[in-house]
């Protein structure tokens, strides 16, 4: 009896240790945080170009948990690997990521702005395809699920496309380089070639432009007269159906330009009052109308004299200067809001009848 006495008391024992033990001996001093407070939200822009000796990746802090609160730093990084030779790659297998590298987190914003980590890879090999994707951790448990999955083919790049310029029109620009011969290391290119058009509106956050084209030209309809454009080139080896990245030609800009000039004035009419000659038309159907032109000419004469200006809110003229005993031809021209306004040719002419 007090061999099973003791026994229970010892049980006893140890179930108040271990609750002691629970509750204050690892340190837990409230409730444990449930885990989707503070994983962070998966990472969907991971992203690669082409440095001098390999790529840069790069990819934006998460700043909000899974559930929308707001993520202020992050602990790490973890960073995954495939390597997989051309001659062995199969489309359809599974990517076989290794183990991840490890890379140092840290506050999410810099001030206002969203941070944006960065890694250079440069133990690339040729005849081989890369794939990479990103996690980020708030504590070893708290890990985000995969970003987007980035891949290229590499090859020693071709060189960036020279003498690229850029030839502006009337909405249109022209954008005109050399065909790209050799790689970086000056060895010939010897795949088959295509280019990308980059464009940015202010110089930065430069966009592509439609796919990648074999021609050594480019019209760019997509734009503003009067916005500055900048553009950049890319050179792009094919291999098979890959594109493998080359390097990038300096930046050019250009301004397109308005050119066209609005349609002439219609209805133009000359009427005789005690102020003179009053001048009517009707007004321009142009959506960047800027304003008219009044001329006149004396009937034996071929060259006419610009009268006055009249802003496009107006269509009527009043010519105080005509003398009764000559007979005039009047002409009325149509200017639009260009910086080098673009104008008509002149109206049918108008002339008093007697």
């Not at 029109?169 to 290119?189: C, Q």
């Not at 390097?247 to 219609?266: A, N, Q, R, Y």
């Not at 260009?338 to 008093?352: P, Q």
């Amino acid at each position: 009896m007090m061999k099973n006495l003791n026994g229970v008391r010892i049980a006893g024992l140890f179930i108040l240790v271990s609750a002691l033990f629970l509750m204050g001996g690892c340190g837990y001093k409230n409730r444990p945080v449930p885990p989707e407070s503070v994983v962070p939200q998966t990472i969907e822009d991971l992203r690669y170009s082409v440095i001098d000796k390999g790529v840069k990746l790069n990819w934006s802090y998460p700043v909000k948990t899974i559930k929308g609160s707001t993520l202020t730093e992050i602990d790490s990084f973890e960073l995954f690997l495939a390597e997989i030779p051309l001659s062995g790659y199969c489309g359809n297998c599974p990517v076989p990521f290794g183990n991840p590298i490890d890379l140092p987190g840290g506050e999410s914003v810099d001030g206002q702005v969203q941070k944006v980590g960065s890694y250079d890879f440069t133990l690339l090999r040729s005849a081989h395809k890369y794939f990479f994707k990103i996690r980020s951790r708030t504590s070893w448990w708290a890990s985000s699920n995969d970003s987007n999955i980035v891949s290229f083919v590499w090859f020693e790049p071709a060189a960036a496309p020279e003498n690229v310029t850029a030839v502006a029109a009337d909405s249109e620009i022209t954008l005109n380089w050399e065909s790209v011969t050799k790689r970086r290391d000056g060895k010939p290119v010897e795949m088959p070639l295509k280019y990308q058009i980059f464009r940015s509106a202010g110089g930065k956050d430069f966009e592509k432009v439609g796919s990648p084209l074999a021609a050594t030209k480019f019209a760019d309809r997509q734009v503003r007269n009067g916005q500055k454009y900048f553009y950049t080139v890319q050179s792009l080896m094919v291999h098979e159906n890959e594109l493998v990245n080359g390097d990038i030609s300096k930046e050019v800009s250009s301004t397109p330009v308005d050119l066209t000039p609005p349609l002439s004035p219609g209805g133009v009419t000359a009427v005789s009052t005690d102020n003179g000659v009053k001048i009517f038309w009707d007004k321009s159907s142009s959506a960047d109308i800027g304003g008219y032109k009044v001329y006149r000419r004396d009937a034996d004469k071929d060259t006419y004299e610009h009268l006055g200006n009249v802003d496009p809110a107006y269509t009527i003229f009043v010519d105080s200067q005509a003398k009764d005993d000559t007979r005039y031809y009047w002409a009325v021209t149509a200017v639009d809001q260009a910086s080098t306004a673009n104008e008509s040719h002149k109206s049918r002419e108008a002339t008093i009848r007697y």
